[in-house]
């Protein structure tokens, strides 16, 4: 797989992948668990996928308990992105290589997206990055 197979997918909340006539469903969480194992060959984390983007919460604690056995870095390739509000995770990304520099690639609403890592950035007034 490469980055390019993850443009066709579409957003649904809680989605691992399924695919549905052809086409890859995929949330926030799903997207960054499956670019890591698929693209970058890293481990398949857990799918957490009866947490859903309105439980805030849950979201929180599920990304607390999947990056607390990973070390805080700098960005890289392959490093998952938590965004927050304040004490809340409120959305999840991946650090991806595209012509040798560094980008947010993220599931939203309207689809996958990727942008040079600032850009990505500008949006959460605060960001963590970890990697195993």
Known sequence: ???????????????????????????CWGLVRAVRHEVYGLPLLPSWGHVRHTMAREFTKAAHECTGAMVPCEPRVGAIVCLWRGAICVHVGLVVDVDGRLHGMEMLQTGVSVKPLNKFLERYPKASFHFD
Do not use: C, K, P, W
């Open 1 to 27: 797989m490469t980055l390019n197979d993850y443009f066709s997918a579409v957003y649904l909340d809680g989605g691992r992948g399924e695919v549905v006539d052809g086409i890859q469903r995929l949330d």
